[in-house]
């Protein structure tokens, strides 16, 4: 593996093309170190997605197997409180989810509260029924009419950290209060599908 070192790629460039610019040793720190930063940043950002290249086809190659067997994920997750082997978090590209929408951060943790109160502090799951009860009250988003229900949705379809947690919520789970450019959500999850 190739690593760059800013101060020589500096001084190859001004070997190489010799132009009437300043000389090096003269040159203000401020720009070299900005120039350096710079670099660095790029360099990072490159092995970051040669990482993300190996882990994504590492993933792929080991969810081919679970796969096999064929049809859904939803029923190797059904009844587990954690994600484990065979959850297909982050491998399915079908989540129906239950979401609650609001502007301010204070009224998606009052809903979070009631949540808390009500099934998540004794550690059971919310039950739908129930999630849309709470949707109905305090969801800004149209879909809270609905009780939150936004159906079956594809990878893709979302923006950002919604796909994000979605895709990443055990079925029966209620994810933490998160924010997105929307405003501030919980989803609740309700199956997975391939």
Same mark, same amino acid.
């Given at each position: 593996?190739?690593?760059?070192?800013?101060? #020589?790629?500096?001084?190859?460039?001004?070997?190489?093309?010799?132009?009437?610019?300043?000389n090096?040793?003269s040159?203000?720190?401020?720009?070299?170190?900005?120039?350096?930063?710079?670099?660095s940043?790029v360099?990072?950002?490159?092995?970051?997605?040669? #990482?993300?290249?190996?882990?994504?086809?590492?993933?792929e190659?080991?969810?081919?197997?679970k796969q096999?067997?064929?049809?859904s994920?939803?029923?190797?997750?059904?009844?587990?409180?954690? @994600?484990?082997?065979?959850?297909?978090?982050?491998?399915?590209?079908?989540?129906?989810?239950?979401?609650?929408?609001?502007?301010?951060?204070?009224?998606?943790?009052?809903?979070?509260?009631?949540?808390q109160?009500?099934?998540?502090?004794?550690?059971?799951?919310?039950?739908? @029924?129930?999630? @849309?009860?709470?949707?109905?009250?305090?969801?800004?988003?149209?879909?809270?009419?609905?009780?939150?229900?936004?159906?079956?949705?594809?990878?893709?379809?979302?923006?950002?950290?919604?796909?994000e947690? @979605?895709?990443?919520t055990?079925?029966?789970?209620?994810?933490?209060?998160?924010?997105?450019?929307?405003?501030?959500?919980?989803?609740?999850?309700?199956?997975?599908?391939?």
């Amino acid at each position: 593996m190739n690593t760059i070192n800013p101060r #020589e790629s500096i001084l190859s460039f001004h070997s190489k093309h010799k132009t009437s610019g300043p000389n090096l040793n003269s040159t203000n720190p401020y720009l070299l170190l900005l120039f350096i930063i710079i670099i660095s940043c790029v360099y990072s950002f490159t092995q970051g997605f040669r #990482e993300m290249g190996k882990d994504s086809k590492s993933k792929e190659a080991k969810g081919k197997g679970k796969q096999a067997g064929g049809g859904s994920d939803e029923s190797a997750s059904k009844g587990k409180g954690k @994600a484990g082997k065979g959850d297909g978090l982050g491998t399915c590209t079908y989540v129906k989810a239950r979401h609650i929408l609001c502007e301010k951060q204070g009224k998606i943790n009052e809903a979070y509260k009631k949540l808390q109160d009500g099934w998540l502090s004794n550690g059971d799951k919310v039950p739908p @029924a129930e999630f @849309a009860k709470i949707a109905q009250e305090y969801s800004e988003c149209p879909s809270g009419k609905k009780g939150g229900d936004l159906g079956w949705f594809p990878r893709g379809k979302m923006a950002g950290p919604f796909q994000e947690v @979605a895709f990443n919520t055990v079925i029966g789970a209620t994810s933490a209060p998160f924010k997105s450019t929307h405003g501030y959500h919980i989803i609740l999850c309700e199956g997975r599908k391939n």
